[in-house]
């Protein structure tokens, strides 16, 4: 099996993992990635994660252009920036899941790193994750808001609409994004409930031991 094809069925069976798992749902959610040739294979406009057909995923050339496959997703802007700010980034994943939304619409969330400091792995997987403002989905100023933050964070979420994870390669991506979602989850399950937080030493050494984005 060439790179491509393979590359085309392990975002089917990842975007479709993540639909049976409720992570997303309807036709929302999308992802993306990075092919050796520079191009880019993206999940089509309007389609359910759950059902994708490896072979209408939209293929982009190394100079962005649409090459073959259905019309891509409306959060492009979303994707391509960070890819020009995050050279090492080889995917992106973007999804709707319940509990990161439900944290963006708290104003008690800090907007400057959204995860409150309850595992190792949630730190060592996405770093400090930052709020975004609301962006109409689709709205190109989603990018141009990623590439404000220079490829200082791997993870972002859009208030009042989801999450986006970039990292190395596909796998990876997914893997942070579960993470996420997990962690938003124990904290909203544990808001209000003055839970034992990993102490300002125990995030430093983590974030020292494993090279995380954290200033």
Not at 27 to 43: C, F, P
Not at 158 to 178: F, Q, R, T, W
Request: charged fraction near 25%; charge should be neutral; hydrophobic fraction near 40%.
């Amino acid at each position: 099996m060439s790179e491509e094809a393979d590359l085309r069925e392990r975002i089917c069976f990842f975007a479709r993992s993540l639909f049976e798992r409720g992570l997303t749902s309807g036709s929302t959610g999308n992802i993306s990635a990075r092919l050796s040739d520079g191009g880019l294979l993206v999940t089509p406009t309007g389609s359910s994660m759950g059902r994708l057909d490896p072979a209408r995923l939209s293929r982009f050339d190394a100079s962005g252009r649409l090459v073959s496959g259905d019309k891509p997703t409306k959060e492009m802007p979303l994707h391509s920036a960070f890819y020009e700010t995050r050279k090492g980034a080889g995917a992106v994943v973007h999804l709707h899941s319940t509990h990161s939304v439900a944290l963006s619409l708290l104003p008690e969330t800090d907007p400057e790193n959204v995860l409150p400091p309850l595992t190792p792995y949630a730190i060592m997987k996405l770093g400090r994750v930052k709020l975004l403002p609301y962006f109409r989905p689709g709205d190109a100023a989603m990018g141009a808001a990623v590439r404000g933050l220079a490829g200082r964070r791997a993870a972002v979420l859009l208030a009042n609409h989801g999450p986006v994870v970039a990292s190395k390669d596909l796998e990876a991506a997914v893997y942070a994004m579960e993470e996420l979602e997990e962690t938003a989850r124990l904290a909203l399950l544990t808001r209000g409930m003055s839970p034992r937080l990993l102490t300002e030493a125990q995030v430093s050494d983590l974030v020292t031991t494993f090279e995380v984005d954290w200033d």
